[in-house]
């Protein structure tokens, strides 16, 4: 029996995938701050985790980082659309369903003014240290990092898994004597391309997929790697933020960098597939750089009072 076929049936009900479809083809362009052909700073990346008083969501680009006013320029030639409930916002539309916006500066253009490629379009806001640089392309955000898109972007650092984990109601689990069902979550962050300055400097961000496999003792595969986590196409909606990142997830701050925790599985088995005894975790960056980590496991063999589940298992998205 193949192990895509013995994936189905034990397992494909259980993971969170969250793979959207691909974008519409790109085109590449070049920096929206000086210089344009050389690769900048980046503190924030696509879907990495946003938190406000009430609200979390998912990051809508990425974050350039240049100092308080500096020039800030046009990365392809279209219209300008100012909205005035954002004053700090230039959007520049470079075709009918594709449009570029440029977020904590302070415009030097006008509503509806045709641009041209390096284009000055404003300065740095004071106080923000960074572009908010985003590409939609219809109603979708796509990442500026993927290949084809912002250029030159250089990346050969693999991401970090930190840890492979698993949890009940948040309760850390002892590996080798699981319950019939936990999560599994994966501590994981990418800091390649050029490192922020400052307090900043430790900025990282979330790595663009997760796939999972289970192995056996003698290291063979027992199924085929799935792909659990996908943040390298679009941005995801809101009401799957915590389907994705789980508690003591945190954002880049001054002085402390983020914390990615995400939910590889739900409602895992241990004894779903046969002779399984370890999950195996492949993260990959946006630049194709792998990281692969594996944590062994084992069901509890004596009886246990487990607590049933708090929460309703997440259904897949796909």
Known sequence: MSSEHLLRPALAALFIVLAGAAPPAAHAYGWPVKPFDEPHAIRGGLDDPRFGQRSRAFHFGVDVCAPDGAPVYAVSAGVVHLDRRFRETVAVRAGSAHVFGYWHVVPVVSHRQHVSEHQLIGHVAAGWGHVHFSERRGHRYVDPLARGRLTPFID???????????????RRLDPFALPPSADVLVEAFDGGGVHPAGPWEGAVRAPARLALRLVGADGRPR??????????????????????YAPGTRQNRPDLPGRYRL???????????????????RAVDNRGNVT?????FAAARAPHAWPGRARRPLAPAW
């Open 223 to 244: 199924t085929a790697w799935l792909t659990v986590v996908d943040l390298g196409r679009r941005m995801l909606p809101a009401r799957r933020f915590w389907q994705v």
């Open 292 to 296: 692969v980590a594996l944590q062994a």
């Open 263 to 281: 939910y590889a599985a739900n409602g895992f088995l241990p004894d779903a597939v046969e002779g399984a005894t370890a999950v195996q975790v």
């Open 156 to 170: 050969h650092a693999p991401p970090t898994i930190r840890q492979v984990s698993f949890v009940l109601h948040a």
